[in-house]
C-alpha cells in the first residue's frame, strides 16, 4: 500500500482478479462516496481509503459489485475474536484481585466485628477466615469476570 493514514478504513477485496475486477470495486466504492480516497495493493486485494461512508455501506457497494470484502482494520474493524479473548482473561484476572481485596476486607471485618471473633480465648479461627475469604471471593471473581469480559467483547464485535 502507498501510505494510506493510519485511520484509514482498509478493506481486504476476494474475487478481484484483474485490472478490470480492479476498476469495477473502484467504481462501486467511488459510487458510494464519490470523495473517498483511495490507496490500493490489488497483488494482496487490499483497498484502504478515508471516506465520508460508513464502513457498512461501502462493503455493501463492494460486495453489490459482486466481489467478497471483510475489514481489515480502521475505524470499523472491531471486536475481533482475539480482542474478545483478550478481554475474558483481562476482566477474569481483574475481577479475581477485586474479589481477593474485597473478600479479605470481608475477613477483616467479621474478625474485628463478629462478637464470637472478638471475645478473649477464641482460637483463631476468625484470623484463618481473613485469608479464606480473599481467596474464595477471588476466586469467584474469575469466572464473574470472564463472563463480563466475554460479554463486552460480544457487544463490541455486534455492535
Known amino acids: 500500500m502507498n501510505g494510506p493514514p493510519p485511520d484509514a478504513l ?14 469495477k470495486v473502484e467504481a462501486a466504492l467511488r459510487r458510494c462516496d464519490p470523495g473517498a480516497q483511495f490507496w490500493t495493493d490489488w497483488p494482496r486485494g487490499l483497498v484502504a481509503l478515508r471516506s465520508a461512508a460508513p464502513a457498512s455501506a461501502l462493503c455493501a457497494a463492494v460486495q453489490g459489485a459482486g466481489y467478497g470484502v471483510l475489514v481489515r482494520s480502521g475505524p470499523a474493524a472491531r471486536g475481533s475474536v482475539a480482542g474478545i479473548l483478550g478481554r475474558i482473561i483481562l476482566y477474569a484476572v481483574l475481577a479475581s484481585v ?3 481485596v ?12 463478629n462478637p464470637d471473633c472478638t471475645r478473649p480465648g477464641s482460637s483463631g479461627g476468625c ?9 474464595g471471593l477471588g476466586l469467584l471473581g474469575i ?5 463480563a469480559g466475554l460479554i463486552h467483547g460480544l457487544v463490541r464485535r455486534h455492535g
Open 102 to 113: 474485597v473478600g479479605v476486607g470481608l475477613g477483616l471485618a467479621n474478625a474485628m466485628l
Open 143 to 147: 469466572p464473574v469476570g470472564a463472563v
Open 98 to 100: 477485586l474479589g481477593g
Open 10 to 23: 482498509v478493506l481486504s477485496i476476494t474475487g478481484a482478479h484483474g485490472p478490470a475486477d480492479a476498476a
Open 127 to 135: 484470623a484463618i477466615g481473613v485469608g479464606l475469604f480473599g481467596i
